[in-house]
């Protein structure tokens, strides 16, 4: 399963990135406007720094087919990286259009706001690369995020849809886990649900609790790399 940082902030994604095995970020308007700076200059940025093999998502703004696809030709003009550069497209009536002009000119796209299985059904019939439902946007609405995801995947499977899922907003690890476990082709987390992972207090105690008998054993400060004999 592929983890993308669902963040526009370049010191949290190059703090993320450090640690974490990461495959690209994915960011949103509103995820831009928290920045407060050209939005082109934190994509470019952005892009600069995850390298051009990996993937980088932005969302188009118009709400007209035609306007959608003037826009995403030119956010891959300025972005680059035509074969890792994903124009998120809002998944309704104009949208499925963009995306079918834009998937014929061999653009990548990602159709986003997805919020129940036939969205996605309709955006893998109009040649989406990735179809992103909103996982804990669909749990707060009463339905169940996770549940939708596998019924998408079921629909791409039986039906032979090379879309892939990115399901998106995320507000625990379980959710996580859970798309993890069902086989889900990739997520996009923000840094703090990224590093609630791998937080765990038995695991921070079992190392403190190691490095205390190591020390015991050979003496303060010793590690594997300088407590041998001749030392
Ligand atoms: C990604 O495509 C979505 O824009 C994003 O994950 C939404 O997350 P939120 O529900 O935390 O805002």
Same mark, same amino acid.
């Given at each position: 399963?592929?983890?993308?940082?669902?963040?526009?902030?370049?010191?949290?994604?190059?703090?993320?990135?450090? #640690?974490?095995?990461?495959?690209?970020?994915? @960011?949103?308007?509103?995820?831009?406007?928290?920045?407060?700076?050209?939005?082109?200059?934190?994509? +470019?940025?952005?892009?600069?720094?995850?390298?051009?093999?990996?993937?980088?998502?932005? %969302?188009?703004?118009?709400?007209?087919?035609?306007?959608?696809? +003037?826009?995403?030709?030119?956010?891959?003009? =300025?972005?680059?990286?035509?074969?890792?550069?994903?124009?998120?497209?809002?998944?309704?009536?104009?949208?499925?259009?963009?995306?079918?002009?834009?998937?014929?000119?061999?653009?990548?796209?990602?159709?986003?706001?997805?919020?129940?299985?036939? %969205?996605?059904?309709?955006?893998?019939?109009?040649?989406?690369?990735?179809?992103?439902?909103? =996982?804990?946007?669909?749990?707060?609405?009463?339905?169940?995020?996770?549940?939708?995801?596998?019924?998408?995947?079921?629909? #791409?499977?039986?039906?032979?849809?090379? @879309?892939?899922?990115?399901?998106?907003?995320? $507000?625990?690890?379980? %959710?996580? %886990?859970?798309?993890?476990?069902?086989?889900?082709?990739?997520?996009?987390?923000?840094?703090?649900?990224?590093?609630?992972?791998? $937080?765990?207090?038995?695991?921070?105690?079992?190392?403190?609790?190691?490095?205390?008998? #190591?020390e015991n054993?050979c003496g303060e400060g010793k @590690?594997?790399?300088?407590?041998?004999?001749?030392?």
């Amino acid at each position: 399963m592929k983890l993308l940082i669902d963040d526009a902030n370049i010191e949290r994604i190059k703090h993320i990135c450090e #640690f974490y095995p990461i495959d690209g970020v994915t @960011t949103n308007p509103s995820i831009l406007a928290k920045e407060g700076r050209n939005p082109y200059l934190v994509l +470019k940025e952005i892009r600069e720094f995850i390298g051009p093999d990996a993937e980088l998502h932005a %969302q188009v703004i118009s709400l007209t087919a035609e306007e959608m696809v +003037k826009e995403g030709r030119h956010m891959v003009e =300025i972005l680059g990286e035509k074969a890792k550069t994903f124009i998120k497209i809002p998944t309704i009536p104009e949208g499925l259009k963009a995306m079918r002009m834009l998937s014929r000119e061999g653009y990548k796209v990602t159709a986003t706001a997805i919020y129940n299985p036939l %969205q996605a059904y309709l955006a893998a019939k109009s040649g989406a690369d990735y179809a992103a439902p909103y =996982i804990n946007r669909i749990d707060n609405l009463g339905s169940n995020g996770i549940q939708v995801a596998r019924t998408m995947q079921d629909i #791409f499977v039986s039906s032979g849809y090379k @879309t892939r899922i990115l399901a998106a907003s995320f $507000k625990n690890s379980l %959710q996580v %886990q859970e798309l993890c476990e069902s086989g889900i082709r990739a997520v996009t987390v923000a840094p703090d649900v990224i590093e609630g992972l791998i $937080k765990h207090p038995c695991v921070d105690s079992a190392d403190v609790t190691f490095v205390h008998d #190591f020390e015991n054993l050979c003496g303060e400060g010793k @590690t594997m790399l300088n407590c041998e004999p001749n030392k």
